[in-house]
């Protein structure tokens, strides 16, 4: 068990130095015009000469502030709103088709609306980031809260416990793992739209560096803005990740 | 033999020292009387068991006692005063102990859950705990949660949080059903042990007969459709019982006897 899980970091570790090898001939052979690719080398050189003049620290903290906001935002929305919404049948009965008739709907398409109602500013990506990725997490919840099982509603019941211990020690607790799965998928999609939301509205960040990199055809500058979102988007799955599986050691257990 | 009790029980109204009475007590559900007319009276520290066929509405005449349900006609009083609702002073044991307990607390968390409940402050909580782990025999599993542990184990913590609450009354649906026969009898005695420590009174349903008449001071068959209480049996057997002894008693036979004749009578 733990020998395949290091054999398995070891191939993947392998593979993506692979990928950087053949990048790097790749762009010594000059088979893509260096206009638009720029090596692996260049592009560290880039990353690292951004970082020591400071403006690529600001523009990943923008992107990383934009993402936590509006995932913060959704995350506070998302599982207050799903409580209400999955522990009332009435509520699910009433409410939860319309939601299916909002989920499908393309994030991009709010966008203009948000424009319009905002205009190209922070409220504008604050509002699309959690708008995004409130979904998966108001899904997650809903579900999780009214898969509770009735039995520990009848504990609770017998024990005398308050409205708030049953929520706090019972509901949320056993709709823990939908909500913590809900939680990892909205940090892809708030990551995405905050790159979106900088490109469209100018704001300090990773989107608008890679915007700005791609127009004046610096490409080096382009790829390391890339290769630092995606550095993000893995360290923040990673710690996701860390943090469910200490929240839901219990289920660990179970195995 | 039925007779002269049905009549004894149903003189109320409720002596004062009654712990637990029903009423004249029926239950519609769905439009379907579930339970019609049960009067029954259990005293403190008594040890009453309830038998009968399946379906018949053991459990959900153990829910009314438990103000889980209330009674469409009727009334169910605890220490005289009509239950509305719940009660700490009434634990219950559910027959399914794997969905009652909270699988993401461990052991001592699922006890802590009911002392927590009534107000009892964390720095005592600890000790509290590991008392009454000691007392169910899982003095070691403290740290293991309910996933990780067999079924007997799991009914012994269920057992130990309702022991928390420090109730007046236990109401126990099949608690043992589940359980293999060898764990089952380790937990009857444990549970006469432990009942007679604590002095509660018990309201024990089962399905098995011989367990029926091992643990209880009296035995109480229902019958189906609508549930309603058909035998009535005093249990005059020594204390403390022994599995051997106990059920190679001639008293201990007859009564098997009475009641499997009960029971294939009321199929
Ligand atoms: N909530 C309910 N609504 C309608 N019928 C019910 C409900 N709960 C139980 N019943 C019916 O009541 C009868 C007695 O059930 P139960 O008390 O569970 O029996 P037992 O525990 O003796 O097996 C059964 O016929 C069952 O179908
Ligand atoms: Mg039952």
């Excluded at chain 1, 400071?54 to 799903?82: F, R």
């Excluded at chain 2, 520290?45 to 009314?64: D, F, Y």
Aim: glycine share 8%; with cysteine.
């Amino acid at each position: 068990m733990r020998w395949s899980v290091i054999a398995w970091r070891c191939a993947s570790f392998v593979v993506a130095a692979g990928v950087i090898a053949l990048w790097q001939l790749a762009a010594d052979r000059r088979l893509i015009s260096p206009v638009f690719l720029p090596g692996p080398d260049r592009a560290w050189a880039s990353l690292l000469r951004g970082f020591t003049s400071g403006d690529l620290l600001t523009k990943l903290t923008g992107t990383l502030t934009h993402m936590a906001y509006g995932w913060l935002l959704a995350s506070v929305a998302g599982i207050a709103l799903g409580a209400m919404i999955g522990s009332s049948k009435a509520m699910r009965i009433y409410v939860a088709p319309t939601l299916e008739l909002l989920r499908p709907l393309p994030v991009s398409a709010i966008i203009p609306v948000a424009i319009a109602a905002f205009g190209l500013n922070q409220s504008m990506a604050l509002f699309v980031i959690a708008f995004g990725s409130l979904w998966p997490m108001l899904l997650g919840t809903i579900h999780g809260f009214a898969a509770v099982e009735p039995r520990l509603y009848e504990v609770a019941r017998v024990l005398h416990m308050s409205r708030l211990a049953v929520i706090f020690k019972i509901a949320l607790p056993s709709a823990a793992p939908d909500i913590l799965a809900g939680m990892r998928l909205s940090l892809t999609v708030a990551l995405i739209l905050a790159v979106v939301c900088e490109m469209l509205a100018g704001l300090d960040g990773l989107g608008q560096w890679v915007l700005l990199s791609a127009r004046a055809f610096r490409s080096a500058d382009l790829f390391a803005g890339v290769m630092l979102l995606g550095i993000i988007g893995y360290i923040t799955a990673l710690a996701m990740g860390a943090a469910e599986s200490r929240l839901l050691r219990w289920q660990a257990a179970r195995r | 033999m039925a007779e002269p009790a049905l009549a004894l029980v149903q003189s109320s109204p409720a002596p004062a020292h009654a712990q637990i009475a029903f009423d004249k007590v029926a239950l519609v559900l769905g439009g379907k009387a579930i339970i019609d007319t049960i009067s029954l009276e259990v005293a403190a520290g008594e040890i009453l068991c309830v038998v009968g066929a399946s379906g018949c509405g053991k459990t959900t005449a153990l829910r009314l006692a438990a103000g889980l349900y209330q009674p469409t006609g009727g009334a169910v009083r605890f220490e005289g005063e009509v239950m509305r609702a719940p009660r700490r002073e009434i634990a219950v044991v559910f027959q399914d102990y794997g969905k009652a307990l909270l699988p993401w607390r461990t052991a001592a968390g699922n006890v802590s859950l009911a002392l927590e409940t009534i107000g009892m402050p964390s720095a005592q909580r600890a000790a509290r705990i590991a008392e009454l782990l000691a007392k169910v025999g899982l003095a070691g599993h403290a740290a293991k949660y309910p996933t990780e542990m067999s079924g007997g184990m799991q009914q012994r913590l269920q057992i130990a949080r309702c022991l928390a609450q420090d109730p007046k009354v236990l109401l126990m649906d099949e608690p043992f059903g589940a359980l293999d026969a060898m764990t089952r009898q380790g937990l009857q005695d444990e549970m006469l042990a432990l009942v007679a420590s604590t002095g509660a009174t018990v309201v024990f349903v089962t399905h098995d007969l011989e367990e029926a008449i091992y643990l209880g001071d009296r035995v109480v068959g229902l019958l189906p459709h609508p549930g309603r209480v058909g035998l009535e049996l005093t249990i005059d057997l020594p204390r403390p019982r022994d599995q051997l002894a106990t059920r190679e008693h001639p008293e201990f036979l007859r009564l098997r006897r009475a009641l499997f004749d009960f029971i294939k009578a009321s199929e």
